[in-house]
């Protein structure tokens, strides 16, 4: 069966730095992958789409690769800010382009300290 | 545009009674999600629905759960009899269908606690 894994160990990390989260899937071939923006007491939010045919992505301080040989993607926040701190899932279209029907990780928890 | 409304926002209540949750999508979007979110099972996908119509119901738990959407702005996803397993954030998401693409926009979450 498909699987998604990001890393549920809270990633810790100070300001200024680079944060990079890690998804990794098996038993797939995703379409798409998109990342959302958790904060507590709130739904998901998203925040970049990449497709399968494309290697990065960027919008303003993110980034995102998409290495669909090793069945990845890295999602990096540069110049990091305490504001960052929040719970990100990675999120693959499921099935072929079509459906609309995404399949999320368990999502990784940032924390930038000031 | 008010986004994506759910109600209640919480809800407690006991074991055995019925539980309605209510979504009103983004006017002019054309699909609907209901996930569960715990977290021993992160954010799960119960069903879908493209122009109204259900089309994929494999995530639904069991037949205590069901989901409808009667027009474009409004669904709901009951649960009877509920049981305190059922306790979670229930979020309704919804899109503008077109191909590649197919970002959900969230509601703000039916924090549901059963006794």
């Known amino acids: 069966s498909q699987k998604i894994e990001q890393n549920s160990e809270a990633l810790n990390i100070q300001e200024g730095k680079t944060a990079t989260l890690t998804c990794n899937y098996t038993?797939?071939?995703?379409?798409?992958l998109q990342w959302y923006r958790q904060d507590p007491g709130r739904g998901p939010v998203f925040l970049l789409l990449?497709?399968?045919?494309?290697k990065e992505k960027r919008k303003e301080r993110l980034k995102v690769t998409f290495d669909t040989t090793l069945k990845q993607s890295l999602f990096h926040i540069t110049a990091s800010q305490p504001a960052d701190s929040a719970t990100y899932l990675c999120?693959?279209?499921?099935?072929?382009?079509?459906?609309?029907?995404?399949?999320f990780g368990q999502g990784t928890t940032l924390q930038v300290k000031p | 545009d008010a986004g994506v409304i759910q109600s209640p926002r919480h809800e407690v209540t006991e074991m055995g009674q019925e539980v309605t949750l209510r979504c009103k999508p983004i006017?002019?979007?054309?699909?609907l999600f209901w996930y569960r979110q715990t977290m021993m099972r992160g954010l799960e996908l119960l069903i879908y629905?493209?122009?109204?119509?259900?089309?994929?119901d494999s995530g639904m738990p069991e037949d205590r759960f069901s989901a409808k959407m009667p027009n474009a702005s409004f669904s709901t996803l009951k649960i009877q009899p509920s049981e305190p397993r059922d306790s979670a954030v229930y979020f309704c998401?919804?899109?503008?269908?077109?191909?590649?693409?197919?970002?959900?926009?969230f509601g703000p979450g039916t924090r549901l606690t059963v006794l």
């Open positions: 998401a919804s899109s503008f269908r077109e191909a590649g693409t197919d970002t959900q926009y």
């Open positions: 999120a693959l279209a499921y099935g072929s382009s079509n459906t609309g029907k995404l399949i």
């Open positions: 990449i497709r399968e045919n494309e």
């Open positions: 038993n797939y071939s995703p379409a798409y």
């Open positions: 629905f493209n122009n109204n119509v259900p089309i994929d």
């Open positions: 006017s002019g979007h054309n699909s």
